[in-house]
């Protein structure tokens, strides 16, 4: 599964990067391709290009916070959920996404 990601919490510091690093980890043991742009208190890093955008099976957006340049994503499969589901369990909400495009 290609997945692409972007991660912003209320603050724009600890949660934004913690959550992009148990996101990546855990798509890493469960062999999916991950792409992960933070939004936090120095704006955006790793932005995701047209190409990610085009190339990925599913968006996760875990976010606390309205995000700059959503629109890019109007016409995507995605799941949103609050940044505490990514640092409590990441493979969970992995795995759960991997099923509901399988069925």
């Known amino acids: 599964m290609k997945i692409i990601a972007v991660t912003a919490c209320a603050a724009g510091v600890a949660h934004t990067f913690m959550a992009k690093k148990k996101l990546e980890d855990a798509a890493k043991k469960l062999g999916h391709e991950i792409k992960v742009e933070t939004q936090g208190a120095g704006g955006i ?25 959503r629109d890019r994503f109007k016409d995507m499969k995605k799941v949103e959920v609050p940044i505490i589901t990514v640092l409590k369990s990441p493979e969970a909400l992995l795995k759960k996404i991997e099923a509901k495009l399988n069925e």
């Open 45 to 69: 890093e790793d932005e995701l290009t047209p190409r990610d955008i085009s190339d990925a099976d599913i968006l996760i957006l875990a976010i606390d916070i309205e995000i700059s340049k």
